[in-house]
């Protein structure tokens, strides 16, 4: 695995950066839409030191935040300044290599266990978020970006904390889950909800079929699915010195579903062809039945079988693809539909149509020649229904980030504003800050926002009106 991924780091804009700055007066290309005020976050892997062996996914979290005001941009940059980050810069070199495995020589009593916020940043209840999937959430001041401390809501919480929570553009709740609740590598499942006043109204538990790596989960007006599919832990397996996750298409395909104000005991679980998904695009109900648009893998990438062998390259490339659940009928099995044969990733929405039938939908995708990870290089433009709207691809060799929606205003129509993301210049090995006009994909960007470094391929960002 790390093999794999030092050669495509050579050859992609994987590798991480080694400095902060900050630049405040950025030159743009085109016109910056006026309406455009605010600041785009992005959160991604960018580890401070070299660990032997470290999967990608557990680079320390660097910060990347665009403010754009009245036409003009800046730009800062920041790591998250863990423990484990606070304890690798005092020492000057990796003390851990992920998972929560120290590296010989490491202090006795130093542990990684507030994790690398380096998944995601959401803004909800006042406060700037930077989340990883396996701890409690890292709260982070939205102008400097300096870690403020950890955030529990008083202990309401506890345990790891989704990269991915669903906000109710309705009532303003954020629903949350957590995957190895009980411990690493456990099958235990935690959920919950946090009000628009930052205040949790539930937290419960429940266990799942087997301990796997539930990266992102589904959330409707009234029920929550939560996939349980074959990227699967095992402690015994990580204490022999193998992966702590591997592919294990045996374990079989799940997803659990529930009523979302409903007890945990009444959750019922439906199976499928084995798959993994690690992004969801939306959700919503028809009826007795749940809709759910979903990037699928066949074959789950950058994770190996137990005994460490590669997954099939060829089935490892996501596809958006419709999964319908029927409530009312008498089957446990639930249906995957591909609706385009393009590979990508990271799709977004108009959140304003979070839970609810949406009619545009964007993501990533793919230059099919190259690994699917650092290949992403254009913008695919999706209805409701899946038909494609429009598309657009880099010139060759250049990479673009997930593509994040901003609304030309609060009561404009759903699909009306622009797409932001990060594009990586291959051959001046810099990035630009790319806006679109959500709806016309193919025109290319109507505004660039130069840097004169590069930001490197990372996970996910959101934007945060000035309002």
Known sequence: MLEQVKTETARTNLAPIPMECDAPHLKVSGELPRELNGTLYRNGPNPQFDAPGAHWFVG?????????????????????????????????????????????????????????????????????????????????EPGTLERTGYCDYNGAIKGPFTAHPKIDPATGEM?????????????????????????????????????????????TENHLLFPILPIAGSMERAMRGGPPYAWEPEKGAYVGVMKRNGPAKDLVWFRAENCYVFHVMNAWEEGSRIIADVMQFEEAPLFPHPDGSKTDPQKSRARYCRWTFDLSGNTDRFTQTYLDDITGEFPRIDDRRAGLSNSHGWYACANPDLPMFGALSGIVHVDGKGKRLGHYL???????????????????????????????????????????????VEAGPVALVHLGHRVPDGFHGNWVSAE
């Open 175 to 219: 629903v949350f889950f957590g995957y190895n609740a009980k411990g690493p590598l456990t099958p235990a499942l935690s959920f919950g909800s946090v009000n628009a006043a930052g205040v949790v109204t539930r937290f419960d538990r429940f266990e799942a079929p087997y301990a796997s790596m539930v990266h992102d989960f589904i959330v």
């Open 60 to 140: 320390d979290g660097m910060l990347h935040a665009f403010h754009l005001e009245n036409g003009r941009a800046s730009y800062r940059n920041r790591w998250v300044r863990t423990p484990k980050w606070l304890a690798e810069h005092d020492a000057g070199r990796a003390l851990f290599g992920g998972f929560g495995r120290k590296l010989p020589g490491a202090p006795a009593g130093i542990t990684d266990d507030g994790g690398v916020a380096n998944t995601n940043i959401i803004f909800h209840a006042g406060k700037l978020l930077a989340l990883e999937e396996g701890h409690l959430p890292t709260e982070i």
């Open 394 to 440: 880099l010139p060759a060799g250049d990479t673009i980030s997930e593509p994040v929606f901003v609304e030309r205003g609060p009561d404009a129509a759903e699909g009306d504003g622009w797409l932001l993301a990060a594009v990586w210049r291959a051959r001046e090995n810099r990035s630009d800050l790319a806006v679109f006009n959500a709806q016309d």
